[in-house]
């Protein structure tokens, strides 16, 4: 018998999101990952494979300002990629939480990326 790895169970559970979520010019899709030291997201058109706008802990914006992976920072990369996409002329997206729980920091940022004027 094979035994379900943490790392496989998050890769199959993506999948699984990955499946429904597409992102189209209209609604671009707001992508999520979220590693040990750092969080970085994307508003990508799935129809030309194209990054629309982009924003992570390690972002020249935010690089003095935060330390560490805290809900603070994953709120700040959410208002940051929400002005982002506001310049970009980007209202809606559909989140892809990318098999991650929709808890914690994953809640901040998108909780932040709604305050910060995107609609989803």
Same mark, same amino acid.
């Given at each position: 018998?094979?035994?379900?790895?943490?790392?496989?169970?998050?890769?199959?559970?993506?999948?699984?999101?990955?499946?429904?979520?597409?992102?189209?010019?209209?609604?671009?899709?707001?992508?999520?990952?979220?590693?040990?030291?750092?969080?970085?997201?994307?508003?990508?058109?799935?129809?030309?494979?194209?990054?629309?706008?982009?924003?992570?802990?390690?972002?020249?914006?935010?690089?003095?300002? !935060?330390?560490?992976?805290?809900?603070?920072?994953?709120?700040?990369?959410?208002?940051? #990629? *929400? %002005?982002? =996409? @506001? +310049?970009? $002329?980007?209202?809606?997206? !559909?989140?892809?939480?990318?098999?991650?729980?929709?808890?914690?920091?994953?809640?901040? #940022? *998108? %909780?932040? =990326? @709604? +305050?910060? $004027?995107?609609?989803?």
């Amino acid at each position: 018998m094979s035994k379900i790895t943490p790392k496989k169970a998050l890769s199959l559970r993506k999948s699984r999101v990955r499946k429904k979520v597409n992102g189209t010019p209209d609604k671009p899709r707001l992508c999520v990952y979220r590693g040990n030291r750092h969080i970085y997201t994307q508003i990508i058109d799935d129809t030309q494979g194209h990054t629309l706008a982009s924003a992570s802990s390690l972002s020249a914006e935010l690089k003095d300002k !935060i330390k560490g992976l805290t809900k603070e920072t994953a709120k700040q990369v959410g208002l940051l #990629l *929400a %002005e982002k =996409a @506001r +310049e970009k $002329g980007i209202e809606q997206v !559909i989140f892809d939480r990318s098999g991650y729980r929709y808890h914690g920091k994953i809640k901040a #940022l *998108a %909780e932040a =990326a @709604r +305050e910060g $004027g995107l609609k989803f």
